[in-house]
């Protein structure tokens, strides 16, 4: 019999406040078995294995960084809308390593479809439209950006901007710039 108040939403939620503790990398169905007093096996009747555990953290911290990003840009365009997405994605990683880790994740393409993942890329299409971006161009941009915060982010939790005397906000405000510059004068093909 299961235990009881175990769930596979509970267990999600426990693994996410894990990842941030300990890592995504370090989330396993021993690790979150410990958590809750159990044998490994008690969880098994919630989910399937340590990858099932891992979607189901992927999924949950890609819906949160959603809300995060979509109340960010409530009313907002160009480049505003632009900053306020940038900040939101930014303050997440910080603020949850872990789960930020975990949207990451390479997701098959049907949790794909049906997971907050497809609202991050609308997000930044409805802003990449402010700068009158469409497709193909539209793609191209969305990737770039997303490399752009991505690659910002993951260099300065690992610490590499520290050795050098620009601080890192000067550095992240003006890459913000310079990618709003960038859109408005996208290259035609």
Do not use: C
Request: without cysteine; glycine residues 6%.
């Amino acid at each position: 019999m299961a235990r009881a108040g175990l769930t596979a939403d509970r267990l999600t939620q426990a693994a996410a406040e894990l990842a941030d503790e300990v890592g995504f990398e370090n989330v396993t169905v021993s690790a979150l078995a410990r958590h809750f007093g159990v044998k490994d096996a008690s969880l098994y009747s919630h989910i399937r294995n340590a990858h099932d555990l891992r979607v189901r953290l992927a999924v949950r911290s890609l819906a949160e960084l959603a809300d995060r990003v979509a109340e960010a840009l409530a009313g907002r365009s160009g480049k505003d809308a632009l900053v306020a997405f940038a900040h939101a994605y930014r303050r997440y990683a910080h603020e949850h390593p872990g789960r930020y880790a975990a949207t990451q994740m390479a997701l098959d393409p049907d949790t794909a479809a049906t997971s907050a993942a497809g609202r991050h890329a609308e997000m930044t299409r409805a802003i990449l439209r402010g700068y009158d971006l469409w497709e193909p161009d539209q793609t191209d941009a969305v990737r770039l950006l997303h490399s752009t915060f991505h690659g910002y982010v993951s260099l300065e939790r690992a610490g590499a901007f520290h050795s050098h005397p620009r601080g890192v906000e000067a550095s992240w405000t003006r890459a913000l710039d310079a990618l709003d510059s960038l859109l408005r004068a996208w290259p035609t093909a």
